[in-house]
């Protein structure tokens, strides 16, 4: 049966004409809001996630896109429909179709119906084989997903179950996982044709982001808060990492906006055990406040003896 046709961009709630940055901001904020983590048990949340990523895959992605905009819901056999066409227009032109007229007039020719029909046309024009008898192995289509990742699951690694619809496929992504990368998984994907072998699975990964930290690569960036005397006097301060809060040292002299580096605390590399980024903190020297009025005459001590 024909897919039922579905406006992915009404689903992301952008313009046709919108660009590939704005399609991607609109993602990223539904993608958030109805991410599965933060809506446990709530079916419709599931639902309406997996129809993002779905409009996502198609225009999200500019080839995808062009496909999609040109031939709708038959995108993903682009190159097999649009060779379908245009032998059943040059077969119109001879089998006393008479033109293109017969298929509502106009100069472009659009088949409405199933998918696999345009391609059982060609048994009747002329008697010519059509395109399913022919007996040549071919492989199989392949499939292609999105998947959105928490920070904890790109740090720790996660599995996820994708519903192929007959069969059920558990996942396992390695921690580093990064925005993205492409993970494919050979021969899960449909059927070969004739004795082809089976189509792949490709899975484009995305990632949220974190409220304190920034990835670069494998690398993390965030801010630590030192007060002033320790800034000037040098000492130790907490500093929260991924795998939890540790004491940081702080050399004497310290100015805002200095980078420590930590080595070591960045994300795992994806594929390599054991090995990780660094993180690298950002000094923000906390001024005081509320003084009392012994501190306030030791800065004014302090003031007159550096002038």
């Not at 996660?158 to 390695?174: A, E, N, P, V």
Request: aromatic share 10%; with cysteine; glycine share 14%.
């Amino acid at each position: 049966m024909e897919e039922k046709y579905k406006d992915y961009y009404k689903i992301l709630g952008v313009s046709k004409t919108a660009t590939q940055d704005e399609i991607k901001k609109a993602y990223r904020k539904l993608a958030r809001k109805y991410h599965p983590d933060k809506n446990k048990g709530d079916k419709a949340a599931e639902e309406k996630f997996k129809e993002i990523n779905e409009a996502y895959e198609v225009i999200g992605n500019p080839e995808n896109r062009k496909k999609y905009d040109e031939v709708g819901m038959h995108w993903r056999h682009y190159e097999e429909y649009k060779k379908a066409q245009e032998q059943a227009r040059q077969q119109a032109g001879f089998g006393g179709f008479g033109g293109f007229g017969d298929f509502g007039g106009g100069g472009g020719f659009t088949f409405e119906g199933d998918f696999e029909d345009i391609f059982d046309m060609f048994g009747g024009f002329g008697g010519r084989t059509g395109y399913r008898s022919a007996n040549i192995p071919r492989k199989g289509h392949d499939y292609r997903a999105e998947m959105t990742l928490d920070f904890d699951e790109v740090y720790h690694g996660t599995s996820r179950i994708i519903d192929l619809g007959d069969k059920k496929l558990r996942i396992k992504i390695k921690p580093g996982a990064y925005e993205g990368q492409i993970i494919r998984l050979k021969g899960k994907g449909g059927p070969g044709i004739n004795g082809g072998p089976p189509g792949d699975i490709y899975i484009t990964i995305h990632t949220l982001d974190h409220p304190d930290f920034v990835r670069k690569g494998n690398d993390l960036y965030t801010t630590v808060e030192v007060d002033d005397v320790t800034a000037v006097l040098g000492g130790k301060v907490p500093l929260k990492t991924p795998t939890g809060t540790i004491q940081i040292n702080i050399p004497p002299g310290t100015s805002c906006g200095k980078k420590l580096r930590v080595r070591g605390k960045g994300m795992p590399v994806y594929g390599k055990e054991n090995t990780y980024g660094d993180l690298y903190a950002g000094v923000k020297i906390i001024v005081p406040k509320n003084l009392t009025d012994q501190e306030k005459k030791l800065y004014e001590q302090l003031k007159k003896m550096r002038s």
